[in-house]
Structures are given as structure tokens and as C-alpha cells.
């Protein structure tokens, strides 16, 4: 494992992302989020198109797990849905590029082994990250040659509805531990430094910590919430 990668071991990777449609979305904002993330003490930053990658490389030297969001009239996958989004992710290059592992059709109905092959034959060597949902998808992603096993979408599919990735102490990332041989990254409603410091114990590889530091409208949100509660 590269030295780069091997630094994320134990360590924070903050995910700085902001989509079209929310206030902060703008690829000099989330170099500067970068950056903030890592006088905080984080090792590696998740961010969202070429654009957002190119413009925090500039600013750190942290590595970097790239992806694109994209959606599809024919497929409800939109992490990296295509080899059109891998393509333009390795114009920036990121260390790692995450990708829905789901195992829903792809656009174009395209099966996700099939999809990872495609990925190999274009760019060997190339470190891929499967974003998951459940720990049969993660399961099969490990068959299949993913780099790490990500629990990054715990809770958000159908397959995982209603399902709390904290639920039972982390369950699910036990489950996916004892049963996969590639490195696990915790990702997902780890929106407390209490989770994060009990799935480090739990022997993830990493874990990545979006919202509740990147996205200040949730933050205020969860506070209103509360004094309007109260």
C-alpha cells in the first residue's frame, strides 16, 4: 500500500462536498473546507468532481478519495455511475475512487462486476473504494477486488431502509469486519467524535466524517431543531 494511503490508517478523512443546489457549493469553498479539515488534524479528504478534486489538491496534499455524483434517468445509481465519471476523475487522478457498490444496475444496465472490470482493464492499479449499504453488498464487493469496503450508504437505500448504522454498537461494521479480508472505512452517520473514536476501536481502517463538519445549514438545522423542540 502506498505510504500516502497507509498514513489514513487509524485516521479522519473529512468529506467536503457541496452539491449545486446548496449554499456552499463552489470548488474554492471546498478547497478552503479542505484546508480547514486539515489544521484540524485530518489525513485525507472525500470530494465530489474533478473540479472540487483539482482545486484542494492545490491547497493540500492530503489524499484523496475522489467521486462523482451523477444522476441517470435509467439507474438510481449516482456515486460514480459510469466509466464517464471515471474518466474524469483520473484527469485529477484521486488516490481512491468510491463507487455505489450496491449492486443496482448501473446506467446503460450495467452489472457492477462488470463495471469494476471495465475500471481495471482502463486504469490498473487504480485504488477503488465500494460504497455500501448492507453487509451482503459489502460481502461481494470484497469477491470482487474493491481496495476497501465502505459502509457509505448504510441507511440510504432500500435494501438498507430504516437501518442505523450505530444501531446495536455498530452491528454492521462488526459484521462486515469479521467477515471481508480488505480494509473497512466507516462512513455514514459517524456525526459524533464518540462514534468515530468507538469504530476506530472496532478496527476500521478509517473513517470519513461528512455533514456534521462540512455542511453548516444541517448544523444550525440540528441546533433550531432543538430549541424549537425544547
Do not use: W
Amino acid at each position: 500500500m502506498k505510504a500516502n494511503i497507509e498514513g489514513l490508517k487509524g485516521e479522519l478523512i473529512v468529506s467536503c462536498q457541496a452539491l449545486p443546489h446548496e449554499p456552499l457549493h463552489s470548488s474554492y469553498i471546498m478547497s478552503r473546507m479542505a484546508v480547514a479539515a486539515m489544521e484540524g488534524g485530518a489525513k485525507g479528504i472525500r470530494a465530489n468532481t474533478k473540479e472540487d478534486i483539482k482545486a484542494i489538491q492545490e491547497e493540500t496534499d492530503l489524499p484523496i478519495i475522489g467521486i462523482v455524483k451523477r444522476d441517470y434517468d435509467d439507474s438510481r445509481v449516482y456515486i460514480t455511475p459510469t466509466m464517464k465519471e471515471v474518466d474524469e476523475l483520473m484527469e485529477v487522478k484521486p488516490e481512491i475512487i468510491a463507487l455505489d457498490a450496491t449492486g443496482a444496475l448501473r446506467p446503460g444496465g450495467v452489472e457492477l462486476k462488470t463495471f469494476v472490470e471495465q475500471i481495471r482493464s482502463a486504469y490498473p492499479g487504480q485504488l477503488l473504494m465500494a460504497d455500501c449499504s448492507t453487509v451482503e453488498q459489502a460481502q461481494y464487493a470484497d469477491q470482487i477486488g474493491f481496495d476497501f469496503i465502505g459502509t457509505t450508504l448504510v441507511g440510504y437505500t432500500e435494501e438498507s431502509r430504516g437501518d442505523r448504522i450505530e444501531e446495536d454498537d455498530f452491528k454492521i461494521i462488526r459484521e462486515i469486519l469479521s467477515t471481508v479480508k480488505h480494509p473497512v472505512i466507516a462512513e455514514g452517520n459517524i456525526d459524533t467524535p464518540a462514534k468515530a473514536k468507538r469504530v476506530k476501536e472496532l478496527g476500521v481502517f478509517s473513517i470519513v466524517v461528512g455533514s456534521i463538519i462540512t455542511r453548516p445549514q444541517l448544523i444550525t438545522k440540528a441546533f433550531v431543531n432543538a430549541i424549537e423542540e425544547g
